[in-house]
């Protein structure tokens, strides 16, 4: 599985992004997939992930109620909605991938397998 992600850039706080992550092979729709971060200086990050069967999973400390993420299975792709991003939000934005029929997807990043090249989200206060 190869993975491209896009959709990152430089915004001011409270405004909103949306990354899309694209991801080539057959059998995409029983990938789990996940949403990680890395700030300068800091470890990487969990941010969303979402499972082959849709279950939602979240860094409630973080993100919670305000990141969506969604997958559309028909066009190997799965986006990460952020509204009232903060200064806090800013870091490398990276999409992954694990084969996996668990009904929750997996939120340590050692579970998965693949990596895109990341996309970098910088907020501005």
């Known amino acids: 599985v190869q993975l491209q992600a896009s959709g990152g850039g430089l915004v001011q706080a409270g405004d909103s992004l949306r990354l899309s992550c694209a991801a080539s092979g057959r059998t995409f729709s029983n990938y789990g997939m996940g949403w990680f971060r890395q700030a300068p200086g800091k470890e990487r990050e969990f941010v969303a992930a979402?499972?082959?069967?849709?279950?939602?999973?979240y860094n409630v400390d973080s993100v919670k109620g305000r990141f969506t993420i969604s997958r559309d299975d028909a066009k190997n792709a799965v986006y990460l909605q952020m509204n009232s991003l903060k200064p806090e939000d800013t870091a490398l934005y990276y999409c992954s991938a694990v084969w996996s029929v668990r009904l929750d997807p997996p939120t340590q990043h050692q579970e998965y397998d693949y990596w895109g090249q990341g996309t970098q989200v910088t907020v501005s206060s």
């Open positions: 979402i499972s082959s069967y849709g279950s939602r999973l």
